[in-house]
């Protein structure tokens, strides 16, 4: 069928973000038959999906640690969060790579869940039957983004043009007013989340790329699988120029060094960020300034 060839097409030459998109509305798809009350209106995810608030069960599920991040309680809750992560992950990725947006997330849901558990272990937040949502991992693209280009201009619908900080930290604001209302559990892991972003943006301003952790882990499980490592990412790398220029967000750069802005992201775009030399890295640093 002509449509299935296209979502399949769309998928091969969309950007990291896309096929984030894609893994999570797959598994809303699938969760639906199996896990949604149509007579009550909610989903009821077994326990060895979502994430339990009991530290003493983790290490017998760690997986739940990345898989409550796939699934979500309703569809509204589905389309937010993958709305700011086609906008968040396009302004990552105007600085990054697919692979360390890939890293980010995957571990910003890890370091978000683990926020969740240990909050509710150990300070005595009351009840909770568990977490699911990918909005952890997206806040910690979101807040990583922002803590290297604050000053980066986007172009929000009805309030005009704001610098990225404004809008993360207006995000920031919100959680933390909502913490202690019902979905404290969430709450904490948006906060969490966008702490490992901010943290993983200064250990890698420091030569430090936590992103190579999943990075060499699915290049090990490609080479244990018989699959050649560049064909895991390199594909997704080169078709990144296709994907950069979007409406939805407008970074503005003096004229005067917009052309070597360019060049520089040129190179990032076919070797990647860790092949720029120091003084590409500094400048690039204080444009996004």
């Known amino acids: 069928m ?34 949604y009350q149509f007579q009550l209106g909610v989903f009821f995810f077994p326990d060895w999906l979502k994430l339990l608030p009991d530290y003493h069960l983790l290490p017998f599920q760690p997986w739940t640690l990345l898989t409550y991040g796939f699934f979500h309680a309703g569809f509204f809750h589905l389309l937010f969060n993958l709305m700011v992560l086609n906008f968040a992950g396009k302004l990552f990725q105007t ?39 990918a909005s952890g991992g997206i806040m910690a693209i979101l807040v990583a983004t922002a803590t290297y280009a604050p000053y980066m201009h986007i172009r929000l619908l009805l309030f005009g043009t704001v610098k990225l900080w404004q809008f993360t930290l207006v995000i920031l604001v919100i959680d933390l007013m909502q913490l202690f209302t019902e979905n404290t559990g969430g709450h904490i892991a948006h906060l969490a989340g966008a702490l490992f972003g901010f943290v993983y943006i200064k250990l890698l301003q420091q030569g430090t790329d936590l992103s190579k952790i999943v990075s060499r882990f699915f290049d090990t499980l490609a080479e244990l699988t018989g699959k050649k ?10 078709t990144y120029q296709h994907t950069r220029p979007k409406p939805q967000a407008k970074v503005v750069i003096k004229d005067k060094t917009q052309q070597q802005i360019d060049d520089i992201l040129d190179k990032i775009s076919q070797s990647g960020y860790d092949s720029l030399s120091k003084e590409e890295k500094e400048f690039l640093f204080k444009a996004g300034k």
């Open 95 to 133: 600085f990054f790579t697919p692979k360390q947006l890939l890293g980010v997330y995957l571990l910003g849901l890890i370091i978000s869940g683990l926020g969740f558990v240990c909050a509710f272990s150990f300070f005595s937040l009351g009840l909770s039957s568990g977490l699911v949502g």
């Open 2 to 35: 002509n449509w299935i060839n296209e979502l399949q097409s769309a998928y091969k030459t969309g950007g990291m973000e896309q096929k984030l998109i894609y893994w999570n509305c797959a598994a809303f798809l699938i969760s639906l038959p199996f896990f």
């Open 229 to 238: 490592q560049k064909t895991t990412f390199k594909k997704v790398h080169r």
